[in-house]
């Protein structure tokens, strides 16, 4: 099987910009998570969706918004980017039900300048 | 909120060198994760534990999951190159694993 893939694997913004990132999971992979990874912060949940419902919200600002299809992609949005944006974006996929494994993507590095 | 220590945050070592990275968390462990990064790049699952007293062994990386100490230790045996990078753990709440809370990782590097 194909593992996550996510596009844009890198990406360039200006402050006040808004930004789209996608991410395809693992085919039969039905739940979708996005975290962020920063030096300071480290890896943190941003949020989760699963059947295009969005179930579980870490603690970001609005400005973070994201959503998912019925053949379960998901996108991530970001607007009105502010420099502390800049990170990597991660995006993991799982089988429904508890216990199972998350399996990550190789990840989007946004550079907000 | 559960937070997770890891310790060391950097350690280097030997090639052929046993090594152990521990993880200790602030509440009860459900379900402990342990993942390897390189880089800049996106995570490789490693391991699940699920209950107390747990093992679980892949090639020459061992976990185990202390449920009394809300504690899990990573052992690598006879270390390589191929070992280095950054091992994180991650702790899964109550109800499934879609919501993963992050130690700050523990930075591994391997001299020749």
């Known amino acids: 099987k194909a593992g996550v893939t996510q596009t844009p694997r890198y990406l360039i913004k200006t402050r006040g910009q808004q930004v789209t990132l996608s991410c395809s999971p693992i085919?039969?992979?039905?739940?979708v998570s996005w975290y962020q990874q920063t030096p300071g912060q480290g890896l943190q949940f941003l949020f989760e969706?699963?059947?295009?419902?969005?179930?579980n919200k870490g603690n970001f600002p609005g400005r973070f918004s994201g959503r998912q299809f019925s053949n379960s992609r998901s996108e991530m949005n970001v607007s009105t980017l502010e420099l502390g944006d800049s990170a990597l974006y991660l995006c993991?996929?799982?089988?429904?039900?508890?216990?199972?494994?998350?399996?990550f993507g190789p990840g989007t590095r946004l550079t907000v300048l | 909120s559960q937070e997770l220590e890891q310790s060391p945050q950097s350690l280097i070592v030997q090639e052929g060198k046993n090594l152990t990275i521990n993880c200790t968390s602030s509440?009860?462990?459900?379900?402990l994760y342990w993942y390897k990064q390189k880089y800049g790049e996106g995570l490789i699952f490693l391991m699940m534990?699920?209950?107390?007293?747990e093992e679980k062994s892949h090639e020459k990386i061992t976990a185990k999951l202390d449920e009394k100490k809300q504690q899990s230790s990573l052992h690598i045996t006879a270390s390589q190159p191929s070992h280095a990078g950054i091992y994180l753990c991650?702790?899964?709440?109550?109800?499934?694993?879609?919501?993963?809370?992050f130690g700050q990782g523990t930075r591994l590097t391997i001299n020749p």
């Open positions: 993991a996929s799982r089988l429904a039900g508890g216990g199972n494994e998350q399996f």
């Open positions: 969706y699963f059947s295009e419902t969005q179930r």
């Open positions: 534990l699920q209950k107390g007293g």
């Open positions: 085919s039969g992979h039905r739940s």
């Open positions: 509440k009860t462990l459900y379900g």
């Open positions: 991650g702790a899964a709440p109550p109800g499934g694993a879609q919501k993963l809370v």
